[in-house]
């Protein structure tokens, strides 16, 4: 378990740096982050602290790909969580 928050707090904070380096990019017209890599973060674990770092500097809010797209990689991540609590399948 503690490898587990150890991980998660380390995806989540990769996804923040990756996000602001993305908005940053894009303001100064250099190479960006592919949308392929921020979804695979946020789908990795990452999509709590991406959300937040989206929405709080206005990055990628306009895209339905990351605005509907993380919201429910978070749910479907909800759902495994619950299931893994609820019926264990051996993986905690």
Do not use: C
């Not at 960006?32 to 991406?50: D, I, Y």
């Amino acid at each position: 378990m503690k490898f587990l928050i150890i991980y998660l707090i380390l995806i989540n904070l990769i996804a923040v740096i990756v996000t602001v380096h993305d908005k940053v990019a894009a303001v100064k017209g250099n190479w960006r982050v592919k949308e392929r890599t921020l979804l695979l973060l946020s789908a990795l674990g990452g999509s709590p602290a991406m959300l937040l770092t989206m929405l709080l500097i206005r990055h990628k809010t306009r895209k339905a790909k990351f605005m509907v797209g993380i919201p429910l990689i978070m749910i479907l991540q909800a759902v495994i969580v619950f299931l893994v609590l609820r019926y264990g399948f051996g993986i905690l």
